[in-house]
């Protein structure tokens, strides 16, 4: 602003002397934007939870632990660098700051390619207690984030327009170039704070931090994820972490308050939701 706060800064430090805070289910369950200065400190305890509309929480934060990076970001991300054969100053040293991140994008776009589907089916999934029969894996009531409902993956060639299936992922790949976000990013932080740019909408940092997510997601293990290749609409493939259930996250977040209370009209049936909300 004019006065040089921050808005969400300011309504942060205000929520802390407040009674009630009335906001997202991201600022609880999604480990994006988890207020951290709430829930994860020893004095947490004593808040209590309301979940309006708790039949929504499956969805979301199936989504949240669902994230995905498509073949069209890197090349977007690469018409950034200049261009001309001939570099103004400050265009030669924006060339040399997005060297410290292109590698990396080059890589992952590269591996993106590479990837072949594995034999199987979705809807090999084993299903979840007190689901309703017949749905597919995990055996939700709706659709899998990203994936469309009645698609039979491992049909066709990954370049087939519609084409779906599910992968292996090289754990050890994702585990190494993790670590390499890290240290890329934080130099391309740096060289950017030296040069005094804006960094709140600089694309090559949105993906850093989202393929970081990715990485981050990746590292989890468990039969609640499975892996899923495809061709986007728009062309080009996309390699998406598909989360069927997740509820010991729930159960995990829950543990930050006194007391949690889920509402809903529609929690029906009881027991499956139980299951797949983790309470």
């Known amino acids: 602003t004019e006065h040089g706060i921050c808005p969400f800064e300011l309504a942060l430090s205000l929520a802390e002397r407040t009674e009630v805070v009335v906001g997202d289910y991201i600022y609880v369950f999604d480990p994006r934007v988890r207020l951290q200065r709430f829930f994860d400190t020893p004095q947490s305890a004593p808040f209590f939870l309301v979940v309006d509309e708790a039949h929504n929480l499956y969805q979301r934060s199936r989504e949240y632990y669902s994230p995905g990076f498509t073949e069209s970001w890197f090349r977007e991300l690469g018409t950034l660098a200049p261009s001309s054969a001939v570099l103004t100053l400050?265009?030669?040293?924006?060339?040399?700051?997005?060297?410290?991140?292109?590698?990396?994008?080059?890589?992952?776009?590269?591996?993106?390619?590479?990837?072949?589907?594995?034999?199987?089916?979705?809807?090999?999934?084993?299903?979840?207690?007190?689901?309703?029969?017949?749905?597919l894996p995990g055996v939700r009531p709706d659709p899998l984030p990203g994936a469309r409902s009645g698609t039979f993956p491992g049909t066709g060639t990954p370049d087939d327009p519609g084409f779906e299936a599910l992968f292996s992922p090289d754990k050890a790949f994702w585990a190494g170039i993790a670590k390499e976000l890290e240290e890329g990013l934080q130099q391309y932080l740096d060289r950017k704070s030296r040069s005094k740019e804006s960094i709140s909408s600089d694309p090559r940092v949105k993906a850093a931090r989202h393929l970081s997510y990715f990485a981050s997601i990746m590292a989890e293990e468990g039969p609640e994820f499975s892996y899923l290749l495809r061709q986007t609409p728009a062309g080009g493939r996309e390699a998406r972490i598909l989360c069927h259930d997740a509820s010991r996250f729930l159960a995990a977040g829950y543990r930050a308050f006194r007391q949690v209370t889920l509402v809903s009209a529609t929690l029906d049936p009881l027991p499956f939701y139980r299951s797949v909300l983790g309470f």
């Open 90 to 135: 400050e265009e030669e040293e924006a060339g040399k700051t997005a060297a410290v991140l292109h590698p990396l994008f080059d890589r992952l776009r590269q591996h993106l390619l590479e990837l072949r589907p594995q034999e199987g089916t979705l809807a090999q999934k084993e299903a979840v207690p007190g689901a309703r029969p017949g749905t």
